[in-house]
């Protein structure tokens, strides 16, 4: 049984200086650390995320955390002012080169931020935890420009037959997505637009259609899109933030929405996340926030072409 550590001491040494430079970037601008539960009797509704169940007290069904978001949110509507949190998170069914099921996502939520003033910080924290003195050859994109430059589609128009033919899809691929409009535009990102971000730079890509805000607002320019971005290292996806939405029942509807989805795709129930509406229904003040992973981060520090190669016990490797 292989009992060692998957990665060296340089690594870790590499990482604990990513931590500190992470955490100067936040104390610089005042932005407040935060400790957030890893365990609690609600997850996240999203049909694409599946959340690690744990047997609690009488047998009740508890959850490990896929994000701190919830959490935080609470504490902005309970009056807290700028906050950071580092910690680790959990997701089920997430293994491979880039994926796994425990990892550490650094989270920050600023008030009053709009989605340009995140997305600059977001590049700038990057740019500090990775050393990069000029961030500026950084690519901004707009989700709508970047599916018709790459993949030659209209993603608000495109008909399901056009967008599966943008990925060659063969007869059971077809069937298998069927009439899922996001479902398409996400394999159509993953497979033909972000293959083709430059190497070695970052891009931004922002304003993602309306159907897929998540947690995000609608654009109050555009309601086709909304106030949500990813940053990407060539292809790879390193942030993922938002300007907040702040309506409880715009996001009660989604919530009922993505327990829908999970349902008709066969995926596990989970309950509302009845504090977070309540939280929402006591006032959310305006703010934004991001999610980074750390990991990926250090991978491109080290060099590393696996997560497993930046964690100093890859999943893979760990004994019973």
């Keep these: 049984m292989n009992w060692e550590a998957s990665s060296g001491v340089n690594v870790a040494r590499q990482r604990a200086a990513m931590l500190d430079r992470a955490r100067a970037f936040f104390r610089t601008r005042d932005i ?21 169940r744990v047997a ?8 490990l955390q896929t994000s701190p978001e919830s959490f935080m949110k609470r504490l902005l509507a309970d009056g807290y002012p700028d906050i950071y949190t580092l910690c680790r998170v959990f997701r089920e069914g997430e293994s491979g080169r880039l994926h796994q099921p425990e990892f550490t996502m650094v989270e920050w939520y600023r008030h ?5 003033a995140m997305i600059d910080e977001t590049v700038a924290f990057i740019a500090d935890v990775l050393q990069r003195e000029d961030p500026g050859d950084t690519e901004l994109l707009e989700y709508e420009h970047a599916f018709r430059r790459f ?26 997505i069927g009439d899922d409009r996001d479902a398409w535009l996400d394999l159509i990102l993953s497979m033909r637009v972000a293959p ?12 993602f259609p309306a159907s897929q805000a998540a ?20 292809p790879v996806e390193l942030a993922n933030g938002f300007v907040e939405l702040r309506d ?21 129930p989970v309950p509302l996340d009845e504090p977070l509406l309540a939280a929402l229904e006591s006032g ?16 491109l520090a080290t060099g590393a072409e696996d997560i497993r190669d930046v964690l100093t016990f890859g999943f893979d490797e760990q004994s019973d």
């Design 32 to 52: 407040l650390e935060t400790d957030t539960p890893a365990l609690s009797r609600y997850t996240t509704s999203d049909p694409n995320i599946e959340s690690l």
């Design 112 to 116: 009053d931020f709009g989605l340009t």
């Design 248 to 268: 409880p029942d715009v996001q009660r509807s989604r919530m009922h929405a993505d327990l829908t989805r999970r349902r008709d795709s066969a995926r596990r």
């Design 284 to 299: 959310l003040p305006a703010c934004a926030g991001v999610s980074v992973g750390f990991e990926r981060l250090l991978m």
């Design 215 to 234: 947690l995000a607002q609608i654009c109050p320019a555009d309601d086709r899109v909304a106030d949500r971005f990813e940053v990407f290292f060539g």
């Design 151 to 176: 993949a030659g589609v209209e993603p608000f128009t495109a008909s399901i037959d056009e967008l599966a033919d943008a990925t060659d899809a063969d007869a059971r691929l077809r069937d298998g």
């Design 56 to 63: 609690g007290p009488g047998k009740a069904t508890l959850y």
């Design 196 to 207: 083709n971000f430059p190497a070695g730079r970052l891009t931004v890509l922002r304003h």
